[in-house]
């Protein structure tokens, strides 16, 4: 297991192994942007730690080698982030991404290119939104036959305003991908929340489907959970959890706490 | 002995009103089935006694031991002892079963609640049910059969301990082995507990393995007609137009 740490002065992998290597440079000084590039020539893991970060702007490149097939499971726990992700992935190859954000505030864009014939990237990201959010992707098919499924899901809290602006593109010639874009919020407030999913396609022979949800948890969950005599706190709670863990395998603990933190 | 007693209770929904000045008490020990065509308000009078937000009680009083209930909250009355067991219970995805029933009887026991004793009543209820055993990993009613359903809420039923049971059509959608072991186990719970039970059926096949010492025939939102379980056989012999003109109703 691969285990990448970022924080205020850069990034610096505390275990790896020979499957991924790493370079972190200076992009900017003057505008304190920081570059972290990944190569992952074999089939990994990799966890990516965020800690408290604040005035620094991080570029991250991720480039999945042909046939390889990995796991980024990445944490964001307190601290301001404005994040840019680029990641290439080549033939065959397939990235599974668990992201969890903890964040104080966030600014995200993501930048998919799927390079390669029968490339395949999943994207699951949970996040608990106390403050302002926002999180642009750019999911590019460049590549006949790849499979995008990005999935985002928050919940809405305190000052939170989350918003997911998701744009796929499959240009005319790329055939046979499976474009998919699925993203909820549950807002747990008065403020604003958006959610802009957008198909680009210029070809036929595609499969494509998104969904956008923002609301509150049914009225005929929380009426069942109560029905068994749990409050409405602890019913919220365990519906959050429920939300927040599914389809995460690594961080599950990490979410635990969190809503542990939030809802006691 | 616990009672529940329903005065006078007339409850609308979005404006029409589905129970008219409705009548009836149950205590420790007895069994009540409500039967009768659909749409007459048997399933609305379960879920107004649970404290369903979306059904407006007019005017009247629901009792728990003497005490009025009207304004209490669903988990408070669960607390109470009240339980519903329900006839499409909601699936929960994420939500683990284990999580979820640890949280209904946390909240039952409070401090004392004990995690060795919970894990052995769920392996000894998941047996007598004849469930699966990784149902508890699962979530809540998710990708539970319409049989595995019914059988997760009497699963509830006996975590719970609830002393007024109502089950609404608890029977629909099980096989014949599933309805022999609801029916069953739910009998094995009234002869251990001495509950309360209002049950809320279509068929008299239910009442083969669940006794009932009374049976109501609800029409236009109040019980029409009331009998032994002789009542429930010349229903299905007859059916209820026949039965209810006899009585001399329109």
């Given at each position: 297991m691969?285990?990448?740490?970022i924080n205020?002065?850069g ?6 192994d ?14 304190n ?8 020539s074999?089939?990994?893991d990799l ?22 097939h990995?796991?980024i499971?990445?944490?964001k726990?307190?601290?301001k982030y ?6 290439y992935?080549e ?7 668990e ?5 104080d ?24 939104s106390?403050?302002k ?5 750019l ?12 999935i ?18 499959v ?5 046979k ?10 807002n747990?407030t ?8 957008n198909?680009?396609i ?5 499969v494509a ?6 609301g ?8 069942y959970?109560?029905?068994r ?8 709670s365990?519906l ?5 863990t599914k ?13 542990n933190?939030?809802?006691? | ?10 409850v609308?929904?979005e404006g029409?009103?589905i129970l008219?000045?409705f009548?009836?008490?149950?205590k420790s020990?007895?069994?009540?089935a409500i ?7 048997k399933?609305?009078l379960?879920k ?6 979306n059904y ?25 002892g009240?339980?519903?067991?329900m006839q499409?219970?909601?699936a929960?995805e ?11 009887v946390?909240a039952?026991e ?16 998941t047996?007598?049910l004849h ?16 049989g ?7 699963l509830?039923m006996?975590l ?6 109502l ?14 072991i ?6 094995d719970y009234?002869n ?6 209002l ?18 025939i ?19 012999k ?13």
């Amino acid at each position: 297991m691969n285990r990448l740490k970022i924080n205020n002065n850069g990034g610096y992998l505390e275990e790896a192994d020979e499957n991924l290597s790493l370079v972190v440079e200076d992009a900017s000084k003057f505008l304190n942007v920081q570059t972290v590039k990944i190569k992952i020539s074999g089939d990994t893991d990799l966890v990516i730690e965020c800690e408290d970060i604040k005035d620094v702007k991080f570029d991250i490149c991720i480039n999945v080698l042909n046939g390889v097939h990995a796991n980024i499971y990445e944490f964001k726990n307190k601290g301001k982030y404005k994040f840019q992700y680029k990641y290439y992935l080549e033939s065959d190859s397939y990235l599974n991404i668990e992201k969890v954000i903890n964040a104080d505030r966030i600014h995200e864009m993501t930048i998919i290119n799927l390079n390669g014939e029968r490339a395949k990237i999943d994207y699951n990201l949970k996040s608990i939104s106390k403050n302002k959010e926002k999180y642009n992707f750019l999911v590019y098919h460049n590549a006949s036959k790849t499979v995008s499924n990005i999935i985002n899901n928050g919940v809405n809290i305190f000052d939170g305003e989350m918003e997911f602006n998701v744009s796929s593109f499959v240009p005319n010639g790329i055939r046979k991908c499976d474009v998919n874009q699925s993203a909820r919020i549950i807002n747990m407030t008065d403020n604003t929340c958006t959610i802009k999913p957008n198909l680009f396609i210029d070809e036929e022979d595609v499969v494509a489907n998104h969904s956008a949800l923002i609301g509150t948890f049914s009225f005929d969950e929380i009426f069942y959970l109560e029905s068994r005599g749990i409050n409405k706190k602890e019913a919220e709670s365990l519906l959050t959890k429920g939300f927040l863990t599914k389809g995460i395998n690594y961080h599950k603990e990490a979410i635990k706490e969190i809503i542990n933190q939030y809802w006691g | 002995m616990n009672s529940l007693k329903i005065e006078n209770l007339t409850v609308e929904v979005e404006g029409k009103v589905i129970l008219k000045d409705f009548n009836l008490e149950i205590k420790s020990g007895e069994i009540h089935a409500i039967m009768g065509p659909n749409g007459t308000g048997k399933s609305t009078l379960t879920k107004v006694i649970m404290g369903d937000a979306n059904y407006k009680i007019i005017k009247g009083k629901i009792y728990y031991n003497g005490e009025v209930i009207n304004k209490m909250k669903v988990d408070e009355r669960a607390r109470l002892g009240i339980f519903l067991g329900m006839q499409m219970p909601i699936a929960i995805e994420g939500v683990t079963n284990a999580d979820f029933l640890r949280s209904a009887v946390r909240a039952k026991e409070g401090d004392n609640f004990k995690l060795l004793p919970f894990v052995k009543k769920i392996d000894e209820l998941t047996n007598k049910l004849h469930m699966s055993s990784d149902m508890i990993n699962r979530g809540v009613n998710d990708g539970f059969s319409g049989g595995e359903r019914k059988k997760n809420e009497i699963l509830q039923m006996y975590l719970l301990k609830p002393t007024i049971i109502l089950l609404d059509e608890i029977d629909s959608g099980l096989d014949v082995d599933s309805l022999r072991i609801v029916g069953e186990s739910v009998m094995d719970y009234y002869n251990e507990e001495k509950p309360a039970i209002l049950l809320v059926t279509h068929y008299q096949r239910l009442l083969d393995y669940i006794k009932p010492d009374f049976i109501h025939i609800m029409s236009g939102g109040n019980i029409a007609l009331s009998g032994d379980k002789s009542l429930a056989l010349e229903i299905e012999k007859k059916g209820y137009d026949k039965v209810m003109e006899e009585d001399g109703h329109e």
